[in-house]
């Protein structure tokens, strides 16, 4: 299964989810529990840039499996590269122990732009929890 949340409709130039700041955070919250494998994350490139630059996409970034009862699981620490692709897929580095519904995106750093961050689009991978 993969469940994609865009923030916006329409991934063009300045359609982001704009955070005051070089760090934020956002729960997803999926339509079942998955066993995540992956985490891609997308921002505009410095083509399509109107600045020619892209100083407020995500550097550092941390993502969690969220369980209301026992708080959050660690799945991996990552860091964007604004000179790769647009989409840069992430692998699960600590396996999860159980299926989850929300994930924690939380962004610790971003490639200099002190007054924002912009975050286009989150995609979260996985296989369905069997029941």
């Given at each position: 299964m993969d469940a994609s949340f865009s923030f916006q409709p329409?991934?063009?130039?300045?359609?982001?989810?704009?955070?005051q700041g070089s760090r934020?955070?956002?729960?997803?919250?999926?339509?079942?529990?998955?066993?995540?494998?992956?985490?891609?994350?997308?921002?505009?490139?410095?083509?399509?840039?109107?600045?020619?630059?892209?100083?407020?996409?995500?550097?550092?970034?941390?993502?969690?499996?969220?369980?209301?009862?026992?708080?959050?699981?660690?799945?991996?620490?990552f860091i964007y590269d604004v000179d790769g692709?647009?989409?840069?897929t992430f692998q699960v580095q600590e396996e999860p122990r159980k299926a989850f519904r929300q994930i924690k995106l939380e962004v610790r750093s971003n490639w200099g732009n002190k007054e924002y961050t912009c975050l286009y689009r989150a995609d979260v991978h996985g296989n369905p929890e069997k029941a």
């Open positions: 329409d991934i063009s130039a300045g359609n982001c989810w704009a955070f934020g955070h956002v729960v997803i919250r999926l339509p079942e529990k998955i066993w995540p494998t992956a985490f891609t994350i997308w921002h505009i490139s410095k083509a399509v840039s109107p600045s020619g630059e892209v100083s407020t996409a995500p550097r550092e970034f941390v993502v969690s499996g969220v369980d209301e009862d026992e708080g959050e699981a660690l799945l991996g620490s692709e647009i989409a840069q």
